[in-house]
């Protein structure tokens, strides 16, 4: 007689084994993969020969802010250009006005939007400051909870006005990780806090109190940037805090690596040893990612560079639209700008293809169950493309989406459902 399981994915194309097998999936995990697989379930799911993923990882995303510039015939906040100082100011003034439903419903139906398109594991940084406190933190954690079978959440408290410069962003921080919150954030130690230093060991101080990581935003070009970057990993292993540091954007790292004159003389390469010897990870959200960003010295040196979509249709950037596959396509076309590699090939492609799986997962630190094999969690995406390559360049959505054995996402011809 045959065995009876809870699910069965048929005919799913596995890039590692090279092959079209079958999944059993039972209590929430891999049970077997196998071709042929003689057993009964009760749902099967058929993949017609499509590849079949690991669920997603979206690095860095900022949820609470998402969809606001959405629901109008045109787009709010969308009208001439803004500076960072001005935005920085956009972004309370929002935060401050919105209501605690009205945070709550953007979050879910944004986050909701990233699981259809295969996002199971998600970092969130969230808005805390002086005057708005820990109440985005609240919505976010309230709506987690709901979702909670759903996706996978991580939460930084996330400072946008700066420790230094707003002092009571860092009781708002504190309180935050006290609720809940699993990191915590930073911005621009130079050019918004005016002090690299205390900035960096502000960050540090706050995350031992609490035995959290750090997950801090470096736009900072120029060598202003890669000075902060630098200390920021000379500090990481100062405080033992190797391998629980993330960097994100860090676009002085496409200045180094575009040949400023600055860097000659191998600052870059003294850069990535010093990286390495910290093990600090690095983000980068492609909406802003330069053509020179070092993708392929990070991989080929054994450092982790993930991906995270970043702004989805808000104060600060209308596009977005919470799908790492679409902001794969975008980076590949942005980043052949760059003459030194043809990042639209199938090897190219396979490069991007990391850094919203196995590199996504070694920065949210969850690499050690983050793979399709029996034993492992039944977090798997199913789809309609043949190749995780062409899946990028196809950008369609997954057919399903399956979070520890349930199919929580369905995308047929003429509808989509996502659970929860």
């Known amino acids: 007689m ?24 039972s209590d929430g995990r891999i049970q077997d993969i196998t071709t042929g697989l003689d057993a009964n ?15 997603l990882v979206d690095a860095h995303f900022h949820t609470d802010m998402a969809l606001a510039s959405a629901g109008d015939r045109y787009p709010n906040y969308n009208d001439g250009t803004f500076g960072k100082e001005e935005l920085v100011a956009k972004s309370r003034e929002f935060f401050s006005n919105e209501s605690i439903d009205d945070l709550k419903s953007r979050i879910r139906r944004a986050t909701k939007r990233a699981v259809r398109n295969g996002v199971l594991h998600m970092r969130n940084h969230v808005y805390v400051d002086s005057v708005v406190g820990t109440k985005v933190v609240e919505a976010t954690l309230e709506v987690r909870k709901e979702l909670q079978d759903v996706v996978d959440m991580q939460i930084v408290a996330f400072p946008q006005q700066g420790f230094l410069r707003d002092p009571g962003s860092q009781h708002a921080a504190r309180e935050a990780l006290k609720m809940g919150a699993d990191l915590v954030g930073g911005i621009d130690p130079a050019s918004m806090n005016n002090d690299i230093e205390t900035t960096i060991d502000t960050w540090f101080d706050i995350a031992s109190d609490y035995d959290v990581g750090v997950d801090a935003h470096v736009h900072d070009r120029g060598t202003v940037g890669m000075y902060t970057l630098e200390r920021l990993a000379e500090k990481t292993v100062e405080r033992g805090y190797e391998g629980r540091v993330t960097a994100g954007h860090c676009f002085a790292l496409a200045d180094a690596a575009g040949g400023g004159e600055d860097y000659l003389n191998g600052r870059l390469e003294s850069a990535l040893e010093t990286f390495k010897t910290a093990d600090l990870n690095v ?4 909406q802003s990612t330069r053509p020179s960003m070092p993708i392929q010295q990070f991989q080929d040196n054994g450092l982790v560079m993930a991906h995270g979509t970043d702004e989805a249709q808000d104060v600060w950037e209308s596009h977005g639209n919470m799908n790492s596959l679409e902001a794969m396509l975008v980076a590949s076309l942005k980043l052949r700008l760059d003459s030194g590699r ?4 199938n090897e190219g492609l396979a490069s991007l293809w990391q850094l919203i799986t196995g590199e996504g997962a070694a920065v949210l630190g969850i690499n050690d169950e983050y793979d399709l094999q029996p034993g492992t969690p039944a977090d798997l995406v199913v789809h309609g493309a043949s190749s995780p390559q062409s899946a990028i360049i196809e950008n369609t959505t997954p057919r399903y989406v399956v979070k520890e054995g349930q199919v929580v996402a369905e995308n047929e011809r003429s509808h989509t459902t996502v659970i929860g």
């Open 2 to 25: 045959a065995d009876t399981t809870d699910l069965i994915v048929r005919n799913g194309y596995l890039e590692h084994k090279d092959a079209v097998v079958d999944i059993a999936i």
């Open 41 to 55: 379930a009760e749902r099967e799911l058929d993949a017609e020969g499509g590849v079949i993923s690991p669920g």
């Open 283 to 286: 983000v980068t959200c492609y």
């Open 342 to 345: 043809q990042w639209g090939t």
